[in-house]
Nanobody
């Protein structure tokens, strides 16, 4: 079992920045990819960014150049640095971790960008 705890969400003005963190605990051995999804009200949950255990990354087109994902494998933590935030980035952000064909999810953290 892997537990994920997110932090760092909040309210920010358009153009501002936030940094999300997601710490994994429990059975963290052999965690594979980690990343972030987001879900706005009335919309589906979409991938924002992911980072493999080897360090490769992938981003949604809408956040490329503005968001940066990183991970500290020693701390079992993944980060999402979000810059130049826009109102359309407003959503609940969920981190995930993949292990042995199972995807674990965090509880979600709200990010609200005011225009």
């Amino acid at each position: 079992q892997v537990e994920l705890v997110e932090s760092g969400g909040g309210l920010v003005q358009a153009g501002g920045s936030l940094r999300l963190s997601c710490a994994a605990s429990g059975s963290t051995f052999s965690i594979g990819a980690m990343g972030w999804y987001r879900q706005a009200p009335g919309k589906q949950r979409d991938l924002v960014a992911m980072a493999s255990s080897g360090g490769s990354t992938n981003y949604a087109d809408s956040v490329k150049g503005r968001f940066t994902i990183s991970r500290d494998n020693a701390k079992n933590t993944v980060y999402l640095q979000m810059n130049d935030l826009k109102s359309e980035d407003t959503a609940v952000y969920y981190c995930y971790a993949d292990k042995q064909y199972h995807r674990y999810w965090g509880q979600g953290t709200q990010v609200t960008v005011s225009s």
